[in-house]
């Protein structure tokens, strides 16, 4: 488990730190006095830091941190769970110094961090919690246009110089260029010594982006910034993040004034808020980091901005503007003029931050009677071309800031300001606070000079080419400098823009296209042809032509102004000239994702006939017609199951592989087992896939459901090899194997020709650069089917892994769609290149959720399933030895004596089941030992995934403890656990926290303690880790979280392992109602009256239970 920090590094940017449960807790003694700063003994090292935090361009160094500490080692962060345990000290509890491997990110990228700590693998601690909301505030800001441009004296340092170094060193190490700082004084193992750390490549970038220029004689060196502008609500909200700012943060007391920071006598827990009123540096850290954060989201959001476009100013305001949008913040000025535009942006921080009201900008069109000169392309009137030499006006006003709907134009204010305050609020003089503003506004728009020459201005006439200057360039800067800006609706219409229409024809008559071969495929050729379109209106060549001839940005074409960039004409005339064929692959690229699109020029549309426009307008599923099972099928499915089933058909017609992501409880077994049980008898084997803990489970819904099928299972020591395993697959219907077998014989399996190939859990393959996915990946199949429970879109590098898998190269190169897509949507919270992904995926995706209602309708209010789980070859060993212990004893035992030895072997049997560690009580390690905890891992990945909440139920309160710290290891966050010895108040605590929307998702609970008398409906999943073999004790259990105030399905999974007792007497129940009736509150008794001979029977492991 990783636990990550952030230190704000005042003047500089953000450094990173983690803990790193797999380290040892205590720190080793050292003969001699203590120094004063020590190595963090499970600080977490470079490489690690940088495999869980990504590829931003970061500074390696370390940092001392001053930290709690007992008995010589620093004390666990609250967030920290270790899956071992740890002998407590005693001691009091004393700040000293340690020092921690850091990476160190200048303010832009560390807004790109924090703004994406959600897709992160490690735990983001209090302190990086708490600047996350830091960086929120700042986009909201910038959104909001509550920002000012400023001007500061001097540069931030940069990261390198106080995490270590004055310059960082890039370093080639492993083919990676690195940026290492060494830190003075700082231990050997904490200094950054070539850690593979990704870097921009660009030492100046990674110090940071604010460069000093250079200084003419007589000049000074100045920098351009964007401030917050914090008044009302914004302010309250600033002040509370700093009194709420966790002492940790300022571990490092890094740039913070002199005797600030963490000190003797301070508190440092993470998530412990700073008093109120107390000077200990949280305002001025909270303020640095919100400047520097509001800079770096402002820049951000101007980045295609570009103020030179109207006529770069000379001098100071010119450097100014250039450097407030350009990628370099530092400019050079003569002292006088930097001191006079200092002044001014002084007064306008201060009657902005004092006023209600602000200079608002409207962009008024020509009026219809000003067109004139009209083109006509077409005869027909609706293909008139219209030249616009009409007039443009941006027009002036004040608005209230708070409410943009409350508006007075300038006509007004000069004409009869004594009505203005009465319309947008309160303000001394209308006339000059009017002009005051229009004056700050034209440092930022230097056009706006040619009204403001005159004494009263109102608007400013503007032609075609400075109209659009306005929209592209000074409507955003004046925008994000708070002033009210209003725009014609049309602009931000994708109707305003030429873009390109794909039309293909596949080269087989609609209707066919499924043929015996097994479908059309991704390599199969369609012709197209270009269209270029405006909205839902096609444009001809000869209207482009008459378009491009008029050398104007903005026209009004049929009805509607459009903008005419010189680029997408061309790019236009281009197209139209083109027609061909391409595969169906790139096709789908085409449609869906970015393949080949033609430069300069958007797709708008890509449309197909038959089954292929189907799929291109995600209309396949709706449109396809529910399919029965075929005969082979020995059950029913669901309407909802029906139409998975026809989905996958229609894929599969078209030669192309999908992701059934239904949610957990829906049966995507049975509809792939009806899948299977349609293929003709010629087809060929099908290869699944999935994990260890699984094979059993689909060897029974195969028997159940299928039997004509002809199973294999390829796995374990002694699995078929050559050709003995050759004429084993030709002799089957399905194969099944594992993952770890797929990597370790995945030249043999490569090497048969597979009609399906099916990976359940999919999960198990999203990291793409792994050996076991890389196998699977190089399987060859007509068709190919990913199952998982799991939403796959939640981390895009997974959705890119699995479907690689699907349709191999649908996506593109995984470079190429980290670029377009993953940093985009998880970096920049992209919403328009997230749609354009979801339309991509969409048609390959299936996922139905229980929330919906057409699902809902179809399901009962509690679904109960019997989980069978396989035990590993050391829980099979341990078995075998306690049966065998029992069975060698009983022969000379009798009464109580043989009860008792009867009842003994079952408890200790269960424990082997449940895990190894349970009946060894050596507190080994947990992880890879035991089949239940591998299925309930697997559970709860698809649990957490869907936002969703558990109870698991044991009845043995020592395990209880045990899946807690595993839990909270494996998940990265807390798991609550209530036993016997929990105490009322804090059981009570336990059922509020768990309750609460924000509570922890995973409850562990002894069946004795936690099995009756409690509300636990936030939960819509129960496991039941073990039984009890009492089902009235069970349902109790149950009904914790199936009771009156659940709304939601409630599923029920009870765990047995394969071929054990368990089995057999969940068998025995199910099979026999009465022997069900009769142990209702007598529990495992009964067990102890079965002869010798029914005994063995009955505890004697079952071949096929153990799966390697």
């Not at 910034?225 to 300022?250: I, K, N």
């Not at 009657?351 to 004139?372: H, K, N, Q, Y």
């Amino acid at each position: 488990m990783l636990v990550i920090h952030g230190v704000w590094l005042v003047g500089a940017g953000l450094a990173v730190w983690a803990e790193d449960s797999a380290l040892p807790a205590r720190a080793p003694r050292r003969p001699g006095r203590a120094p004063r700063e020590r190595p963090h003994p499970f600080a977490a090292d470079h490489a690690t830091l940088a495999a869980a935090l990504g590829d931003l361009p970061a500074v390696a160094g370390s940092l001392p941190l001053t930290l709690p500490t007992r008995a010589g080692s620093p004390l666990d962060s609250p967030e920290l769970v270790r899956t071992t345990v740890v002998e407590p000290v005693r001691g009091p509890v004393a700040l000293a110094g340690w020092r921690a491997p850091v990476l160190a990110y200048d303010p832009d990228d560390a807004l790109a961090l924090l703004r994406t700590l959600d897709g992160c693998p490690a735990v983001p601690g209090a302190t990086l919690r708490h600047l996350a909301e830091l960086a929120d505030f700042a986009v909201d800001l910038v959104a909001r246009g509550r920002v000012l441009p400023g001007l500061a004296d001097r540069p931030p340092m940069s990261p390198a110089t106080l995490v270590g170094a004055t310059t960082p060193t890039p370093a080639a190490v492993g083919g990676a260029d690195v940026h290492t700082a060494a830190a003075p004084g700082a231990a050997g193992d904490a200094d950054a010594t070539g850690v593979a750390v990704p870097t921009s490549g660009d030492p100046d970038a990674a110090a940071g982006r604010w460069r000093l220029p250079g200084v003419a004689d007589g000049h000074r060196p100045a920098w351009a910034v964007w401030r917050p502008l914090l008044t009302g609500a914004d302010a309250s909200w600033a002040r509370s993040l700093a009194l709420a700012l966790p002492p940790a943060a300022r571990a490092a007391a890094v740039g913070l004034p002199p005797g600030t920071g963490v000190s003797a006598g301070a508190g440092v827990s993470a998530g412990t808020g700073a008093r109120p009123g107390r000077d200990d540096g949280a305002g001025a850290l909270v303020a640095d980091a919100l400047d520097a954060l509001t800079d770096a989201a402002a820049r951000r959001a101007l980045t295609d901005v570009d103020l030179a476009r109207g006529g770069r100013r000379d001098g100071v305001v010119g450097g100014w503007l250039t450097a407030l949008t350009g990628p370099d913040r530092g400019f050079t000025a003569e002292p006088d003029a930097l001191r006079t535009l200092r002044t001014e942006l002084d007064a306008w921080q201060r009657d902005a931050a004092g006023g209600a009201v602000r200079a608002s900008f409207r962009l008024v069109e020509p009026e219809a009677e000003e067109i004139v000169d009209p083109l006509v392309v077409v005869p027909a009137d609706p293909g008139t071309v219209v030249r616009r030499d009409g007039r443009w006006r941006v027009e002036f006003g004040l608005q209230a800031a708070d409410e943009p709907g409350l508006h007075v134009g300038a006509g007004q204010v000069w004409r009869a300001p004594e009505t203005v305050p009465a319309l947008v609020g309160p303000l001394g003089s209308p006339q000059e606070t009017l002009l005051a503003e229009l004056g700050r506004a034209g440092r930022l728009w230097p056009e706006l000079d040619a009204a403001l020459r005159t004494a009263t201005p109102e608007e400013l006439a503007l032609d075609a080419e400075g109209a659009h200057r306005f929209l592209r360039d000074g409507a955003p800067v004046l925008h994000a400098a708070g002033f009210g800006v209003l725009l014609p609706s049309w602009w931000q219409r994708p109707s305003a823009r030429l873009g390109a229409r794909l039309r293909a024809r596949g080269r087989t008559a609609p209707g066919t296209v499924a043929d015996a071969a097994g479908g059309l495929g991704l390599d199969a050729l369609v012709d197209y042809r270009w269209e270029v379109a405006l909205g839902d209106e096609t444009v001809d060549a000869d209207e482009l032509a008459a378009l491009a001839a008029l050398k104007t940005p903005l026209v009004r074409l049929r009805g509607r102004w459009v903008e005419l960039d010189p680029k997408r004409l061309a790019a236009g005339l281009r197209l139209l000239r083109s027609a061909g064929e391409l595969t169906v692959a790139d096709l789908l690229r085409l449609g869906l994702a970015e393949g080949d699109r033609p430069e300069e020029l958007p797709v708008l549309e890509v449309s197909a006939d038959g089954p292929l426009g189907d799929l291109l307008a995600g209309e396949a599923e709706r449109r396809l017609t529910p399919l029965d099972p075929p005969p082979a099928f020995k059950g029913t499915l669901r309407p909802y199951q029906r139409r998975g089933l026809a989905w996958l058909t229609f894929l599969q017609s078209l030669g192309l592989g999908g992701i059934l992501a239904d949610d957990m409880g829906l049966g995507k077994t049975v509809q792939l087992l009806a899948l299977l049980a349609g293929d003709p008898p010629d087809a060929g084997p099908t290869l699944l896939v999935c994990p260890m803990s699984l094979v059993g489970n689909w060897q029974r819904e195969a028997a159940k459901f299928t039997p004509g099928l002809r199973v294999h299972v390829h796995h374990g020591a002694d699995r078929a090899r050559g050709a003995q395993f050759e004429e084993a697959v030709h002799a089957a219907d399905l194969v099944l194997t594992t993952y770890s077998v797929a990597a370790r014989d995945a030249v043999a399996l490569a090497s048969l020709a597979w009609h399906r190939v099916v990976v359940d859990e999919a999960q198990a393959i999203k990291n793409a650069s792994t050996r076991q996915a890389e196998a699977v990946r190089s399987l060859p199949a007509r068709h190919r089917v990913a199952v998982t429970g799991t939403p796959v879109e939640n981390r895009l590098a997974d959705l890119w892994s699995i479907m690689q898998f699907a349709n191999p190269g649908l996506l593109g190169p995984a470079s190429s769609f980290k670029q377009s897509y993953a940093v985009p949507i998880e970096r920049h919270g992209d919403a328009e290149t997230a749609a354009r992904l979801r339309r991509m995926t969409g048609p390959f995706v299936l996922r139905r959720l229980k929330t919906d209602s057409s699902i809902i309708s179809d399901l009962p209010e509690k679904l109960e399933m019997e989980v069978v789980c396989n035990l590993t070859t050391e829980q099979a060993s341990l078995y075998r030895a306690i049966v065998d212990d029992m069975l060698a004893k009983i022969e000379s035992s009798d009464g109580m004596e043989r009860r008792g030895l009867v009842l003994a072997t079952m408890t200790r049997l269960k424990q082997v089941c449940n895990h190894p560690a349970q009946l060894l009580r050596d507190g080994s390690a947990l992880p890879g030992r035991s089949g239940k905890l591998e299925r309930l891992d697997e559970i709860l990945d698809e649990v957490l995934a869907a936002g969703e909440k558990a109870l698991l139920f044991t009845q043995y309160a020592e395990f209880g403890g045990m899946l807690r710290g595993h839990l909270s290891a494996r998940f990265g966050r807390e798991v609550l656990f209530l036993h016997g010895g929990v105490g009322k108040a804090d059981r009570d605590a336990m059922v509020t926290r768990f309750q609460s929307p924000d509570g922890p998702s995973v409850f562990v609970l002894s069946l004795k303690a936690g099995g009756t008398g409690l509300t636990l409906t936030a939960a819509n999943h129960v496991v039941h880790v073990d039984r009890w073999w009492n089902p009235a004790v069970e349902d109790q259990a149950t009904d914790r979280a199936f009771r009156i105030g659940q709304r939601r399905r409630v599923q029920v999974r009870k765990f047995v392992c394969a071929g054990t007792v368990e089995e057999k007497v969940a068998a025995m129940i199910a099979d026999k109602r009465s022997l069900a009736a009769s142990v209702v509150g007598s529990g495992e008794q009964w067990v102890t009256e079965l002869s010798t001979d029914r005994l063995r029977e009955l505890f004697t492991l079952e071949a096929g239970a153990v799966v390697e």
